[in-house]
């Protein structure tokens, strides 16, 4: 029997099959470029085959999930026990994984609104791999259940207090991929360190503080739109320059929507793309400029989540810009040195695939670039689902 994971995010779709315990990765595959013309799926088996192709129909969030479980069946015939998806969003509800029932799924549903780049395709994907996989078991793998004992400071607005109550308080977001990297992170030091900040740089990006192996604070809040712009999203924004816009230029919900999720962050501020690649490569000064912001709002959330832990020892990069782009972390880590950190550029340079440390000898933080793996989150989540029923 295997479990299969399914991650389906705004613009990429990651996919898996694992042992029945979780524990042993046999297919792994994701498609990028979802929701552009078309997408490139990538496909890697246990005995090291790649298999890459351009799906003409994949373009779309429904082409890529079905291309991907065309895969899936074919790899695991029947013998599926369990799905596990990446839920981005389980409000105040939810905060460990579940059984995905009739109920929790409706459920989930009335938080679509809540996280609309992500939650509606999460939960397509349990409708469409049910249809697959009619025996298996769906599970529910929760993005901010690695952030759901967070103390009342960190998660409240100042906000009239029934709202807090009601539900209107600072989830935060990517725990899945955390999760993975606190472990990853004691895994390669030997021990889990006291104070670390780990930055999941993506085309969704957030910061998390992380004291002892616990998160203390994260920079993302009720909605994925918080904290650190992001490849289409703002990022932090005064909630004056919001009612400003809709009183002055009449936004709508639906435009106001369409504007902070998908039109703002780095495409908005380069007028040109959200992808770092394309930014990094462009001599404009739009590009320039959306690159230092990005940069700028990178090193003060730093300093304000390092001010949380009264100190830091241990910085960790990851996620698609984390991971690929030594500019963006030699860019960071330029103006930490209050904070002690030094980077190798040699090391820097060299990093990839594998977890690296970065930093020189003398610096007195730790700096890792640690690939993220969300997927053996999900299986292991999976699989202890299965064994609780």
Known sequence: MSLVTLNAGSSSLKFAVFSRDGQERRLSGHVDGVGQDEARLT?????GERIERVLRRGGSHEGALDAALEILA???GEAVQAVGHRIVHGGSEFTQSYAITTEVEAALERLNPLAPLHQPHNLAAVKAAR???PEAVQVACFDIAFHAHHSFAADAFALPRRYYDAGVRRYGFHGLSYAYLIEALADVEGRTPDRAIIAHL????SMCAIHEGVSLDTTMGFS????LPMATRCGQIDPGVLLYLMAEEHLTIDTLTTLLYRDSG???????SGDMREIEGADTSNARDAFAYFIAR???????????LQGLDTLVFSAGIGE???TVRAAICAGLGWLGVEIDPMLNASAKAVPTKISTPESRVSVWMIPTDEEAVIANETAGVLEAL
């Open 43 to 47: 496909l890697d088996r246990t005995d």
């Open 74 to 76: 074919e790899a695991t």
């Open 131 to 133: 249809r697959v996989f």
């Open 202 to 205: 993506g085309s969704g990006a």
């Open 224 to 227: 994925a739109l918080d904290g």
């Open 266 to 272: 780095l495409k908005g501020l380069s007028g040109t």
């Open 298 to 308: 990178c090193q003060r959330e730093i300093g304000g989540l390092t001010a949380m």
């Open 324 to 326: 690929h782009s030594p």
